[in-house]
């Protein structure tokens, strides 16, 4: 059978700015090929084209059907199109394409200027639709249809099947037949997050033009009812029943490898009521995952070790390391801001009336993004389970080497699969396993504004700590963009890849490309954090922002320049990251 992957996306010229910014935070490594088909190419892509057509101003013959230019692939990663979130921003009243820049991509400096074109104008019909969609975001907020996309999604974690009593082709049937709800969804999370990016630009803006432009940052901090936040204070109050329990302390001791048999397998009440808490989140959030919207890897629910992981670390963090006590300093520090910036917008009425309709524009659209991406995930993490289910059976009969091997599969292979019509089943999953490892040891390029090269010539993925002291940056200043205030110094750990089981203890610098779901619950009592990717609405700044932690965003290069080890100082004010001093112990000056 001749080698096949997932193709590339026709490179569209009138919209030729691709970045990972964003996608890289919903698919941080190369996508699956069964995932990108049943998730993504009918499922959130068409329901982002959605979107587009039915709110944001865009005409059916301008965003394709067969390949919409939203997210698309380019050398086995997703993308995000620049180009057309610049058109919607020039588009929509009282917006410039400069502002999406911001909002999500931080003004990175490969980024090409903006280019206008005839067709970028909206049309009367555009217009009018914007400009309702922008009087819903400024003015109604009204939420209803967000909170039944989430009884939705609660109903088909409620009404899942037996899995294990279905035929392989019922259990295909079964997953194929959730990406309607995942499209509808997805359309829902696209307006919520474009909706979420407008308050946050006029407090900047307001922020500028009263003379406090360092506090904007702070004022969309301390939200509170964050979706994606509750599972860490959560996490927080089951590490505190360890802390408690002499009984549970010891059997954490012990490893937390097969540590959730042997807590069940306890009959001591202290036991058996972590146990229960522990179900109640797994219930709850047993989607979370490593990449949530790809059908791929572990879960909460489906590896309880990662969540007892993560507890196992939190438990050993102090009481006063609580995150509902940062919360609340952030919580007071934003109310006081807002009425101290009102008080003197209110000397311009106009300004005063803006302020407050774009306060209350990010507290429900910031809450709004991370409820809209659960609500998606949890769908998607039905369909995981499907999989799961499907691939178990196949690595029980050796047809694959493991049972997330066949997620190595297309959807029209998996069908014939299931159907007991595709021979040589583990000579294909092999071969793209092979290749999809191949894939996770390259950098692909951050922006992608011409036909891009084949993926063979990109770089090989630089070592952690590979420093190079004669570089123009030194190796002891890096210069990132604020993404959650405050100031931070502590010891670098640096991680390259998403890795559930990493460790970090408090007081310690977390230095990632990025930071997934699983990795924010340690960020309580981290002092700092920074991320090579992400903007001021990416999830790990949302996060930082609610556990009151500093954070700095695209800080170019912090993985290979900073060490394990170093002592570094984080401001999440200016975006200043400074190695103090070497893992080695040798003093640093900047250059």
Excluded at 328 to 335: D, K, N, V, W
Aim: proline fraction near 7%; charged fraction near 25%; glycine fraction near 8%.
């Amino acid at each position: 059978m001749t080698f096949r992957w997932v193709e590339n996306n026709p490179f569209n010229r009138e919209l030729p700015v691709w970045t990972r910014a964003y996608a890289a935070e919903l698919l941080p490594g190369p996508v699956t090929p069964l995932g990108w088909d049943i998730v993504w190419t009918t499922g959130v892509n068409d329901g982002w084209r959605d979107a587009m057509v039915d709110r944001m101003g865009f005409g059916p013959s301008e965003i394709s059907a067969d390949a919409p230019e939203l997210v698309g692939i380019f050398g086995g990663y997703a993308y995000l199109n620049a180009s057309l979130l610049r058109v919607w921003a020039a588009r929509t009243p009282a917006l410039a394409p400069n502002h999406v820049d911001t909002a999500y991509f931080v003004e990175h400096p490969e980024m090409p200027v903006y280019a206008p074109a005839a067709w970028h104008e909206a049309s009367e019909s555009a217009h009018g639709k914007l400009t309702h969609w922008l009087s819903w975001v400024l003015v109604d907020q009204n939420q209803s249809e967000l909170e039944a996309g989430r009884v939705l999604s609660a109903e088909a974690r409620a009404d899942r099947p037996k899995l294990a009593e279905l035929s392989d082709g019922d259990v295909v049937e079964h997953a194929l037949g959730l990406k309607p709800l995942v499209r509808a969804l997805a359309s829902q999370h696209l307006t919520q997050a474009l909706a979420a990016s407008i308050g946050p630009g006029i407090i900047a803006a307001i922020c500028d033009e009263v003379g406090l432009p360092t506090n904007a940052t702070a004022l969309i901090s301390g939200l509170g009812e964050i979706e994606s936040v509750s599972p860490t204070h959560a996490m927080w109050t089951l590490s505190r029943m360890v802390r408690a329990s002499p009984a549970l302390a010891v059997m954490f001791d012990d490893g937390v490898a097969r540590l959730n048999d042997r807590l069940r397998s306890s009959d001591e009440v202290e036991v058996v009521s972590f146990v229960a808490g522990l179900d109640a989140l797994s219930a709850e959030v047993g989607f979370r995952a490593v990449v949530e919207w790809d059908p791929c890897g572990p879960t909460w629910e489906t590896d309880p070790e990662v969540v007892l992981g993560a507890i196992d670390q939190l438990r050993r963090r102090p009481d006063d390391a609580d995150p509902s006590h940062r919360f609340a300093q952030r919580e007071a520090e934003r109310r006081a801001l807002v009425k101290e910036i009102g008080e003197v917008a209110a000397k311009r009425p106009a300004t005063k009336e803006h302020f407050d309709a774009a306060v209350a524009a990010t507290d429900a659209f910031v809450r709004g993004r991370e409820r809209a991406k659960a609500n998606v995930s949890r769908v998607v993490h039905e369909i995981r389970l499907a999989l799961r289910e499907l691939g178990e059976r196949a690595s029980a009969r050796g047809d694959v080497a493991d049972p997330d091997d066949l997620q190595m599969l297309f959807a029209d292979e998996l069908e014939y699969y299931a159907d007991g019509g595709l021979s040589k089943v583990r000579e294909i999953t092999d071969e793209r396993r092979a290749h999809i490892e191949w894939l996770r040891s390259i950098v692909p390029p951050f922006i992608i504004k011409a036909e891009p090269p084949p993926v063979e010539r990109s770089p090989v993925a630089p070592r952690a700590g590979s420093r190079n002291r004669g570089s123009p940056l030194g190796g002891e200043v890096l210069f990132g963009k604020p993404g959650s205030s405050g100031v931070g110094r502590g010891r670098a750990r640096i991680v390259l890849d998403v890795d559930p089981g990493v460790e970090l203890d408090t007081g310690d610098v977390l230095v990632a490309t990025s930071a997934p779901e699983l990795l924010t619950p340690l960020f309580v009592g981290a002092a700092a954090v920074v991320v090579e990717e992400g903007g001021l609405l990416s999830h790990a700044t949302i996060i930082c922002r609610e556990l009151g932690v500093p954070a700095v965003v695209r800080a170019t290069g912090a993985t290979a320049r900073i060490r394990d080890g170093d002592l570094v100082e984080v401001d999440g004010v200016t975006g200043i990251v400074t190695v103090v001093e070497a893992a080695d112990g040798g003093l640093l000056s900047p250059k």
